[in-house]
């Protein structure tokens, strides 16, 4: 889960499932694929995983498959 040094200042997008689309107070965590905010509660967060993958980014990532001609390049996580 994100930090609030993570949050910061700046612009964030949140977009759960259950139709939430601003900071509402509740737990939350950024999709490490498409770096949106969903709650902790709706999606399949497990604490401690090294990264996390929202609904929405793996309806999106999946996209390829329809689309034969179309290649998706996915950066690796850079280890500290």
Request: with cysteine; net charge negative; hydrophobic share 30%.
């Amino acid at each position: 889960m994100a930090s609030l040094e993570e949050w910061g200042y700046g612009s964030w997008t949140v977009d759960c499932i259950c139709g939430v689309t601003f900071d509402d107070g509740k737990e939350m965590v950024k999709c490490d694929y498409c770096n949106v905010w969903v709650h902790t509660r709706c999606s399949h967060y497990v604490k401690g995983d090294d990264t996390f993958k929202c609904d929405n980014a793996s309806e999106t990532l999946s996209l390829p498959s329809l689309l034969p001609s179309f290649q998706l390049i996915i950066p690796q996580k850079q280890s500290p």
